[in-house]
């Protein structure tokens, strides 16, 4: 399908793509030229670099390809001791790598079985025990080498291991190289609720390697793609147009596409992270689509959808409902739709799920405030706000028609 023109202006600060043999802007300098292999300079013309702005927690960003068998990424971790955990999946591909580059020694390595169940108690028991028993100090440091259950359980155990250790984000997936690295939110699931243990605990570096995901399922790949589509919808007009633009150039992986693409989402998150550390205002946006999304994931057991999925169908559902309250033009949520769709993600909520099923699990989301449901909805594409205040008659239509197929 053929995305509509797009009803925003391009954003003239988006930066061109750089001519061949020049790097990007913002990209780093070579390193050295001579000497180089001519795959690192490739590397090197689409590596982009940013930093989490927050006071003495502030760290730097890394994504380029390449960068989990590059020693020098480590360079900032010689001379202390480091454990990696990560997972079965994971291990294989990308361990011996990081154990390379980073001159770590094999039995500093935890794998970990792969997959969300993952992200629990017992599993942080298990980080907790193996940490002690290897004797990692005070002054060591955890390595995150995954996607975002890695990232969360390492995270949120070297929040708590000897009061706090300092962690190093090495993320595989799409989706935590965009979101679930940056910005420090570390933790594990419970029984009654995803993610409601934890801490904030901000990594001293984040890796981004975008070879990684050559191997990542398409699927996963999707999952990600829907917190990209939602950065863009939130708070980067001119990256919204770009996926609509570009999105063949992604799914086929184009290294300076995917760079760029990640390096906007990681700097709008680093911007608002850095704005609201805690999750006490701004913050919230970060949570478009996610209050239908939860919703969806309570109802399917967690065991079904990805999460990217169900935020994929939440973006729908969010600028659906701020087109039905008149502050989103109906081309733009259409436009919202067809590029969810063309990310192969799904666009109608699962068979058997009623509009009371959404309005009753979307009032158990932490969104709700005294009572009413607070929704972040859409101004334009690329502007979005936190609000109690819409009326629930365009929220009925909006599930009346989004579960049409499922209720008929
Ligand atoms: N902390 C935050 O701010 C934040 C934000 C968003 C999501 N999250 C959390 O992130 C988690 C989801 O993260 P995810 O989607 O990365 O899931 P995940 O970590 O389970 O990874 C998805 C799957 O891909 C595999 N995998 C990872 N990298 C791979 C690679 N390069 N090649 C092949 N396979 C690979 C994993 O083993 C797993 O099977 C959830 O627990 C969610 O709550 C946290
Ligand atoms: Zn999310």
Same mark, same amino acid.
Request: proline share 7%; with cysteine; glycine share 6%.
């Given at each position: 399908m053929k995305p509509n023109p797009p009803s925003v202006p391009v954003d003239p600060s988006i930066p061109p793509p750089p001519a061949a043999g020049k790097r990007a802007p913002g990209a780093k300098a070579p390193l050295s030229k001579s000497g180089a292999s001519s795959r690192r300079l490739r590397?090197?013309?689409?590596? $982009?670099?940013?930093?989490?702005?927050? +006071? %003495?927690?502030?760290?730097?960003?890394?994504?380029?390809? +390449?960068?989990?068998?590059? @020693?020098?990424?480590?360079?900032? =971790?010689?001379? $202390?001791?480091?454990?990696?955990?990560?997972?079965?999946?994971?291990?294989?591909?990308? =361990?011996?790598?990081?154990?390379? #580059? %980073?001159g770590i020694a094999v039995e500093d390595a935890l794998v970990l079985p792969a997959g969300e169940t993952q992200k629990s108690w017992a599993t942080l028991e298990t980080v907790i025990d193996w940490l002690l028993a290897t004797r990692l100090p005070r002054d060591g440091v955890v390595l995150a080498l995954g996607g975002g259950v890695v990232g969360d359980l390492a995270g949120f155990a070297a929040s708590i291991y000897q009061r706090g250790v300092d962690f190093v984000q090495l993320p595989t997936t799409l989706l935590a190289q965009v979101d679930s690295s940056v910005g420090g939110k570390t933790g594990v699931n419970h029984p009654r609720g995803k993610n409601l243990i934890g801490a904030f605990h901000q990594p001293q570096m984040v890796l981004a390697d975008t070879d990684a995901l050559k191997t990542l399922p398409p699927r996963e790949f999707a999952a990600g793609l829907a917190e990209v589509i939602k950065c863009g919808l939130l708070g980067d007009a001119p990256l919204f147009i770009k996926l609509e633009r570009e999105l063949d150039r992604l799914l086929a992986l184009d290294p300076s596409t995917l760079a760029e693409v990640i390096e906007r989402c990681c700097r709008l998150k680093a911007r608002i992270v850095a704005e609201d550390e805690r999750e006490s205002g701004p913050r919230a946006l970060l949570n478009l689509g996610h209050t239908f999304a939860h919703a969806v994931e309570t109802f399917t057991g967690y065991d079904q959808w990805l999460h990217g999925e169900a935020v994929g169908l939440g973006l729908?559902?969010?600028?659906?409902?701020?087109?039905?309250? &008149?502050?989103?033009?109906?081309?733009? #949520?259409? $436009?919202?739709?067809? *590029?969810?769709?063309?990310?192969?993600?799904?666009? *109608? @909520? @699962? #068979? &058997?799920?009623?509009?009371?099923?959404?309005?009753? *699990?979307?009032?158990?989301?932490?969104?709700?405030? &005294? &009572?009413?449901?607070?929704?972040?909805? *859409?101004?334009?594409?690329g502007e979005s706000l936190v609000t109690a205040d819409f009326d629930p008659a365009a929220l009925d239509a909006t599930l009346a028609q989004f579960c049409a197929h499922t209720t008929a």
């Open positions: 590397a090197e013309a689409v590596a $982009r670099e940013l930093q989490v702005k927050l +006071g %003495a927690r502030s760290y730097p960003l890394h994504i380029a390809p +390449g960068l989990l068998s590059d @020693p020098s990424q480590f360079a900032s =971790l010689r001379g $202390r001791l480091l454990r990696v955990v990560t997972d079965a999946n994971v291990a294989p591909l990308y =361990l011996q790598k990081v154990l390379s #580059a %980073a729908c559902m969010a600028a659906d409902l701020s087109a039905k309250l &008149g502050w989103l033009p109906q081309a733009d #949520a259409d $436009r919202c739709r067809a *590029l969810v769709a063309r990310c192969n993600l799904p666009v *109608l @909520p @699962p #068979a &058997g799920m009623k509009p009371d099923d959404f309005l009753r *699990l979307m009032a158990q989301d932490k969104k709700v405030a &005294g &009572g009413r449901l607070r929704l972040v909805l *859409l101004r334009a594409i």
